[in-house]
């Protein structure tokens, strides 16, 4: 999804759909709050991210076609779409515990 041309097909689909433009965070090794806001937009945005996948399969660059294709296989199995109901809601829960751990206005005691 990182690639210009697949970016702006994944944003254009949103726009059609009328939906509010979400993006997939850069990964980093010592937070983790973008992985669980990556988990969550993949979530929610499932349908419009394979209908992408689908649709840049007929692009001529052919690393695209080729990713598109294993990523939709992917996608599809009952393993993924069965971790990715779990690990969601997973980290949500955990992200919100983290957030109010990190809170300015918490007191330990």
Same mark, same amino acid.
Request: net charge positive; aromatic share 6%; hydrophobic share 45%.
């Given at each position: 999804? #990182? +690639?210009?041309?697949?970016?702006?097909?994944?944003?254009? @689909?949103?726009?059609? !759909?009328?939906?509010?433009?979400?993006?997939?965070?850069?990964?980093?090794? #010592? +937070?983790?709050?973008? @992985?669980?806001?990556?988990?969550?937009?993949?979530?929610?945005?499932?349908?419009?991210?394979?209908?992408?996948?689908?649709?840049?399969?007929?692009?001529?660059?052919?690393?695209? @076609?080729?990713?598109? +294709?294993?990523?939709?296989?992917?996608? +599809?199995?009952?393993?993924?779409? #069965?971790?990715?109901?779990?690990?969601?809601?997973? !980290?949500?829960?955990?992200?919100?515990?983290?957030?109010? !751990?990190?809170?300015? #206005?918490?007191?330990?005691?």
């Amino acid at each position: 999804m #990182t +690639r210009q041309k697949v970016h702006e097909v994944l944003v254009r @689909r949103q726009v059609e !759909l009328g939906l509010v433009v979400k993006e997939l965070w850069r990964l980093n090794d #010592t +937070r983790w709050t973008c @992985r669980c806001r990556n988990m969550a937009m993949l979530h929610e945005r499932y349908v419009v991210i394979l209908a992408v996948l689908e649709e840049v399969q007929q692009l001529n660059d052919v690393a695209i @076609r080729s990713q598109s +294709r294993e990523l939709i296989h992917e996608l +599809r199995s009952y393993q993924f779409v #069965t971790n990715l109901m779990i690990f969601n809601k997973i !980290l949500s829960l955990l992200h919100g515990v983290n957030e109010a !751990l990190q809170s300015s #206005t918490i007191n330990i005691l």
